[in-house]
């Protein structure tokens, strides 16, 4: 029964959206009170029965119902009850059903929390998520039913897929998918930009927070993505630079250029139709990561051939929303057009180069993810295109654009001089070039790469410094508190968030430029040294574990004649798939990981083990989670409540005012 | 309308042009260069006994199916039953050829495997599917590095070749044999080589 339920409250929030989408836009377009209102509740149904869908698969598994295939395919009696309910999101249908009930989450978050949005403005957005609603909705009920039936019912399941069995799993899907979704929010608003003709400083700043929320969920999901392959992949990295991990990569920079871009928008009334290229742009690429990631033309372009019913279904999804968005960007784009002149040098030119570096990196990240899709599509050969060429393009377009991150916010709006802005922060620029050549003679590891990491981290927080100095000294004669609690939460954010990409650089050079690796073999009682860390095989045991049985080595570490611990490394061999699984133990540290991997029995008792010493690797994540509290504090900053409060908005002198009617001519 | 707002667009059109183009290429539409040509000799162990090796010269006089399939291949699930009805019921001699058992499977990442745990972990994966879904094969091996499948032109699986009494391949069916494959493609070729008479 259960089952059936989930299934009916798909089809069921299917109908809401397309109610949903027809309202909204039609309701909009003839000036309905009654349709929009309408628009607005099929919203929130259709949230609740979506929720109901992902309760019924969710308690489907808990039940461990083997009737259910998604069940049978994901899930044993033996899975732990946790990954039971991850397991929900760890295959094809579920996932899709997470990705609709984020939509859906979103879509009601903007019918409740937007009052400060006219009637008309907010039944567009809402038409707008509808319709992307009906899409991905159809999808799931015809190709990829998640509550399919499996006659006659099996006495055990296959269990989830063990790289999946991990706790970086709980909660990594579920962010992503509110990051790629979140921007859907952001190209609904710019599509209503688009129908309505309507885009001011208004418009930028109920659009901005929606965007930066998403943002951070975004950039919070791609650094628990990261921090799962450093400790379940076993092999020590952090980014890859594979499809999957590029599919997410991409929204993140056209999302990062948007916010940017939504600033310009704000304050000046410029880029308008920029922005919306970008919000459009933003949100294709979350498609396209759909679609790169569901339909398997990753795993081969033939594994899609041979069963293209989703593949093509999602790809037709992805051509008509794109072409139809940029149809409408063409047709109206240009009545957009207008705000302020500006200088080459000065604020609106630096947000300008930012958001030219951004699309590029994104653009580069496309093409080298797609290019061995095309190839081998053709039968013109497998390929692949490895880290090499996304460092060599990837770098030398962020370190103008992290050199320009520290200097632009001393740049005034519309005009400035560049001979001003360096004599007031070449004290900085000096001191980090001092810092980085410092610092690679003490560390004694002399390469150009690790100069210019250090040195773009000194100065960003140099210059993050002077910035915040700078800004306490305006404001008079109140006092230091009351000067530091008038400073607004986007400029907070901004700080913060810049900050933290210096210290991400930080550490990704750190790591790159010290990180010490050895491959051993050893007996039990031996010991290996590495980095002044001496190492002891206490011995291997088999333990089992609830769907696994796992080898477990012990081994001491020790340092300065000191033991600090002892991590226990794992070799499991899971019930499913009969493939060993690599578990590292890592000691964590703030200056230092040390991460130890079980490799493969010798077959006289010794075992490969592999050592990493990763100085600074804590460093990434620290600097992309300041990255997403920056993020956070930039959208709840009070300019944006205010509005909320103030329903009046103000347009700029030249926006275009709301036409009367919307049959536009 | 401004022309340079259409840029966007029509970037957009040429590139799904261009990924349109690049995917109607279907494989199957492309000949493959070996038909009419003797069947590639291999020898391979067998999924049922590992030290036994086999290939298709234990098939002489007779004409057969050569089956190119893996458990992680999705298509394969849903041609599996198909192939034990024409196994059972039309007595059809197919030889199963388990692709890249463990390479290929996205899910899992084979770098760090010994060959040996590689071929047991293969062994079990694929014994265990033959249990559980019956065995249409006369006999499978395992062909883990996927060698003996480029000698083949295999661009992915599941792939099929007829192969005549005399060691010739006559025909090759890319994709899962379903009931009207087998209908049309592949039971009036079978036939005609003198297939199912005693």
Same mark, same amino acid.
């Given at each position: 029964?259960?089952?059936?339920? &989930?299934?009916?409250?798909?089809?069921?929030?299917?109908?809401?959206?397309?109610?949903?989408?027809?309202?909204?836009?039609?309701?909009?377009?003839?000036?309905?009170?009654?349709?929009?209102?309408?628009?607005?509740?099929?919203?929130?149904?259709?949230?609740?029965?979506?929720?109901?869908?992902?309760?019924?698969?969710?308690?489907?598994?808990?039940?461990?119902?083997?009737?259910?295939?998604?069940?049978?395919?994901?899930?044993?009696?033996?899975?732990?009850?946790?990954?039971?309910?991850?397991?929900?999101?760890?295959?094809?249908?579920?996932?899709?059903?997470?990705?609709?009930?984020?939509?859906?989450?979103?879509?009601?978050?903007?019918?409740?929390?937007?009052?400060?949005?006219?009637?008309? @403005?907010?039944?567009?957005?809402?038409?707008?998520?509808?319709?992307?609603?009906?899409?991905?909705?159809?999808?799931?009920? /015809?190709?990829?039913?998640?509550?399919?039936?499996?006659?006659?019912?099996?006495?055990?399941?296959?269990?989830?897929?063990?790289?999946?069995? *991990?706790?970086?799993?709980?909660?990594?899907?579920?962010?992503?998918?509110?990051?790629?979704?979140?921007?859907?929010?952001?190209?609904?608003?710019?599509?209503?930009?688009?129908?309505?003709?309507?885009? *001011?400083?208004?418009?930028?700043?109920?659009?901005?927070?929606?965007?930066?929320?998403?943002?951070?969920?975004?950039?919070?999901?791609?650094?628990?993505?990261?921090?799962?392959?450093?400790?379940?992949?076993?092999?020590?990295?952090?980014?890859?630079?594979?499809?999957?991990?590029?599919?997410?990569?991409?929204?993140?920079?056209?999302?990062?250029?948007?916010?940017?871009?939504?600033?310009?928008?704000?304050?000046?009334?410029?880029?308008?139709?920029?922005?919306?290229?970008?919000?459009?742009?933003?949100?294709?690429?979350?498609?396209?990561?759909?679609?790169?990631?569901?339909?398997?033309?990753?795993?081969?372009?033939?594994?899609?051939?041979?069963?293209?019913?989703?593949?093509?279904?999602?790809?037709?999804?992805?051509?008509?929303?794109?072409?139809?968005?940029?149809?409408?960007?063409?047709?109206?784009?240009?009545?957009?057009?207008?705000?302020?002149?500006?200088?080459?040098?000065?604020?609106?030119?630096?947000?300008?180069?930012?958001?030219?570096?951004?699309?590029?990196?994104?653009?580069?990240?496309?093409?080298?993810?797609?290019?061995?899709?095309?190839?081998?599509?053709?039968?013109?050969?497998?390929?692949?295109?490895?880290?090499?060429?996304?460092?060599?393009?990837?770098?030398?377009?962020?370190?103008?654009?992290?050199?320009?991150?520290?200097?632009?916010?001393?740049?005034?709006?519309?005009?400035?001089?560049?001979?001003?802005?360096?004599?007031?922060?070449?004290?900085?620029?000096?001191?980090?070039?001092?810092?980085?050549?410092?610092?690679?003679?003490?560390?004694?590891?002399?390469?150009?790469?690790?100069?210019?990491?250090?040195?773009?981290?000194?100065?960003?927080?140099?210059?993050?410094?002077?910035?915040?100095?700078?800004?306490?000294?305006?404001?008079?004669?109140?006092?230091?508190?009351?000067?530091?609690?008038?400073?607004?939460?986007?400029?907070?954010?901004?700080?913060?968030?810049?900050?933290?990409?210096?210290?991400?650089?930080?550490?990704?050079?750190?790591?790159?430029?010290?990180?010490?690796?050895? *491959?051993?073999k050893m007996m039990p009682g031996e010991a290996a040294e590495l980095a002044g860390y001496r190492?002891?095989?206490?011995?291997?045991?088999?333990?089992?574990?609830?769907?696994?049985?796992?080898?477990?080595?012990?081994?001491?570490?020790?340092?300065?004649?000191?033991?600090?611990?002892?991590?226990?490394?794992?070799?499991?061999?899971?019930?499913?798939?009969?493939?060993?699984?690599?578990?590292?133990?890592?000691?964590?540290?703030?200056?230092?990981?040390?991460?130890?991997?079980?490799? *493969?029995?010798?077959?006289?008792?010794?075992?490969?083990?592999?050592?990493?010493?990763?100085?600074?690797?804590?460093?990434?994540?620290?600097?992309?989670?300041?990255?997403?509290?920056?993020? /956070?504090?930039?959208?709840?900053?009070?300019?944006?409540?205010?509005?909320?409060?103030?329903?009046?908005?103000?347009?700029?002198?030249?926006?275009?005012?709301?036409?009367?009617?919307?049959?536009?001519? | 309308?401004?022309?340079?707002?259409?840029?966007?667009?029509?970037?957009?059109?040429?590139?799904?042009?261009?990924?349109?183009?690049? @995917?109607?290429?279907?494989?199957?539409?492309?000949?493959?260069?070996?038909?009419?040509?003797?069947?590639?000799?291999?020898?391979?162990?067998?999924?049922?006994?590992?030290?036994?090796?086999?290939?298709?010269?234990?098939?002489?006089g007779q004409p057969w199916l050569l089956n190119v399939w893996a458990t992680w291949c999705v298509?394969?699930?849903?041609?599996?039953?198909?192939?034990?009805?024409?196994?059972?019921?039309?007595?059809?001699?197919?030889?199963?050829?388990?692709?890249?058992?463990?390479?290929?499977?996205?899910?899992?990442?084979?770098?760090?495997?010994?060959? =040996?745990?590689?071929?047991?972990?293969?062994?079990?994966?694929?014994?265990?599917?033959?249990?559980?879904?019956?065995?249409?094969?006369?006999?499978?091996?395992?062909?883990?590095?996927?060698?003996?499948?480029?000698?083949?032109?295999?661009? &992915?699986?599941?792939?099929?070749?007829?192969?005549?009494?005399?060691?010739?391949?006559?025909?090759?069916?890319?994709?899962?044999?379903?009931?009207?494959?087998?209908?049309?493609?592949? =039971?009036?070729?079978?036939?005609?080589?003198?297939?199912?008479?005693?």
């Amino acid at each position: 029964m259960i089952p059936e339920m &989930g299934q009916f409250a798909l089809a069921l929030a299917w109908a809401l959206a397309l109610v949903q989408a027809v309202l909204g836009l039609a309701g909009a377009a003839r000036g309905s009170a009654g349709a929009m209102a309408a628009a607005r509740r099929a919203a929130l149904a259709q949230c609740a029965a979506l929720v109901l869908a992902y309760a019924c698969l969710t308690a489907s598994f808990l039940r461990i119902d083997f009737s259910v295939l998604l069940v049978a395919a994901n899930s044993s009696t033996r899975t732990p009850w946790f990954y039971r309910l991850t397991g929900v999101w760890g295959n094809h249908e579920g996932s899709m059903l997470l990705w609709a009930l984020s939509l859906s989450l979103w879509q009601a978050a903007v019918a409740a929390f937007s009052r400060s949005l006219t009637e008309s @403005f907010r039944a567009r957005v809402l038409g707008v998520l509808g319709a992307v609603s009906v899409g991905f909705l159809a999808f799931l009920v /015809l190709t990829s039913n998640p509550f399919e039936r499996l006659v006659p019912m099996p006495a055990e399941g296959r269990d989830l897929n063990p790289m999946l069995q *991990d706790p970086g799993m709980i909660i990594h899907p579920p962010l992503l998918y509110m990051g790629y979704v979140g921007m859907a929010v952001a190209f609904a608003f710019a599509i209503a930009a688009l129908l309505s003709g309507r885009m *001011d400083a208004a418009w930028a700043r109920w659009s901005r927070p929606w965007t930066l929320v998403a943002w951070v969920f975004l950039t919070l999901g791609i650094l628990v993505g990261s921090a799962w392959a450093y400790y379940e992949l076993g092999w020590g990295g952090w980014w890859f630079w594979d499809p999957v991990e590029n599919a997410s990569l991409m929204p993140w920079l056209l999302g990062t250029a948007l916010l940017h871009s939504l600033i310009v928008t704000e304050k000046r009334g410029a880029f308008r139709s920029w922005t919306v290229l970008l919000a459009i742009g933003a949100f294709s690429l979350s498609l396209l990561g759909t679609f790169l990631v569901r339909s398997g033309v990753i795993t081969s372009v033939h594994a899609f051939a041979s069963d293209p019913k989703r593949g093509v279904f999602i790809l037709g999804l992805l051509a008509l929303t794109v072409g139809v968005s940029l149809l409408l960007f063409a047709w109206r784009a240009p009545r957009l057009s207008g705000g302020g002149a500006f200088a080459p040098v000065s604020r609106e030119g630096s947000l300008l180069v930012n958001n030219v570096l951004m699309a590029s990196a994104a653009g580069a990240v496309l093409l080298g993810t797609i290019y061995p899709m095309v190839i081998d599509a053709l039968h013109a050969g497998k390929i692949s295109v490895g880290p090499p060429y996304f460092e060599t393009v990837f770098v030398p377009l962020m370190v103008p654009a992290v050199v320009l991150m520290a200097l632009a916010p001393f740049l005034r709006w519309k005009r400035d001089a560049l001979a001003r802005v360096l004599r007031r922060v070449w004290p900085e620029l000096i001191g980090a070039l001092l810092i980085a050549a410092l610092g690679v003679w003490a560390m004694n590891h002399v390469t150009f790469g690790a100069f210019l990491g250090i040195a773009l981290t000194a100065w960003v927080v140099l210059a993050s410094l002077r910035l915040l100095v700078d800004r306490l000294r305006q404001g008079g004669a109140v006092g230091l508190a009351a000067r530091l609690r008038g400073i607004p939460g986007s400029w907070w954010g901004m700080w913060l968030s810049h900050l933290g990409v210096g210290v991400f650089i930080l550490g990704v050079t750190l790591v790159g430029a010290l990180e010490q690796r050895l *491959d051993v073999k050893m007996m039990p009682g031996e010991a290996a040294e590495l980095a002044g860390y001496r190492f002891v095989l206490r011995g291997v045991s088999e333990v089992p574990g609830p769907n696994y049985t796992a080898q477990r080595g012990e081994l001491e570490v020790w340092r300065e004649g000191r033991m600090l611990t002892v991590l226990a490394p794992e070799k499991r061999a899971y019930f499913r798939s009969a493939m060993p699984m690599t578990e590292s133990a890592i000691d964590w540290g703030v200056f230092r990981d040390v991460y130890v991997s079980l490799g *493969d029995p010798t077959g006289d008792g010794g075992w490969v083990v592999l050592l990493f010493y990763k100085p600074f690797i804590s460093w990434i994540w620290f600097g992309a989670i300041a990255i997403a509290v920056g993020g /956070l504090a930039a959208a709840l900053d009070r300019r944006y409540r205010r509005l909320a409060r103030r329903m009046a908005s103000v347009p700029l002198p030249e926006a275009l005012p709301e036409p009367a009617a919307e049959a536009v001519r | 309308m401004k022309l340079k707002y259409l840029i966007p667009f029509v970037i957009f059109v040429a590139l799904v042009a261009l990924f349109a183009y690049a @995917f109607r290429l279907d494989p199957r539409e492309v000949p493959s260069p070996l038909i009419g040509k003797p069947a590639p000799a291999f020898a391979l162990p067998r999924v049922d006994s590992p030290e036994t090796l086999a290939g298709p010269a234990d098939l002489r006089g007779q004409p057969w199916l050569l089956n190119v399939w893996a458990t992680w291949c999705v298509a394969c699930r849903e041609e599996h039953a198909m192939l034990v009805r024409l196994a059972r019921e039309a007595g059809v001699p197919i030889v199963g050829l388990d692709y890249k058992e463990i390479r290929g499977d996205a899910e899992l990442d084979a770098s760090r495997l010994s060959p =040996q745990e590689e071929r047991e972990a293969a062994l079990l994966r694929a014994r265990t599917w033959l249990t559980q879904r019956g065995d249409p094969y006369r006999f499978a091996v395992l062909d883990l590095d996927g060698r003996v499948a480029i000698d083949y032109g295999v661009y &992915g699986v599941p792939e099929t070749f007829l192969i005549d009494a005399g060691g010739i391949i006559r025909y090759k069916h890319i994709g899962p044999i379903d009931e009207r494959a087998w209908r049309e493609e592949l =039971q009036p070729r079978w036939a005609a080589l003198g297939g199912g008479k005693p």
